[in-house]
């Protein structure tokens, strides 16, 4: 399986921009610019979009390990915070918030480390410090 994505830039760095396009075109013509990634402007980045691929991927990696051990997930929610420091991207920070019956605690935290562990975007981050903070709510049965 092959993806892919297109960017296209005019102009210089500080004051030019670009788009981005999706092979799906979930991203069709999506504005990128200086701004937008060191400052506070309009439109994406790449640590946005690296972000938004490490939450997508291990909510997924780890929806498919809880079933695999007969957990059932009510609802994952992950948040993933790139840090960009002095020219380099340093760590992608996974959070997670998972509502899932009759699991206990250490079961949990032990499928959220293998799901961080094995999903297809830490292991292309792997240059990368990868932490994971995962919070299960109380569920009422």
């Excluded at 920070?93 to 094995?118: D, G, P, R, Y």
């Amino acid at each position: 399986m092959k993806r892919s994505a297109t960017a296209i830039w005019s102009g210089n760095l500080k004051e030019g921009n670009g788009y981005l396009i999706s092979e799906s075109k979930a991203l069709d013509n999506m504005p990128y610019s200086y701004h937008s990634r060191f400052e506070e402007g309009t439109g994406s980045n790449p640590e946005e979009l690296m972000a938004a691929a490490h939450a997508g991927c291990f909510t997924m990696q780890f929806t498919a390990d809880l079933t695999k051990a007969g957990f059932v997930p009510e609802v994952i929610e992950t948040k993933c915070k790139i840090t960009l420091e002095d020219g380099v991207i340093t760590t992608s920070q996974l959070t997670v918030n998972a509502k899932i019956a009759a699991i206990e605690e250490e079961k949990f935290q032990e499928l959220a480390q293998q799901a961080k562990e094995n999903c297809p975007v830490s292991k292309a981050y792997k240059s990368l410090e990868i932490s994971l903070d995962a919070h299960l709510e109380n569920h009422s049965n």
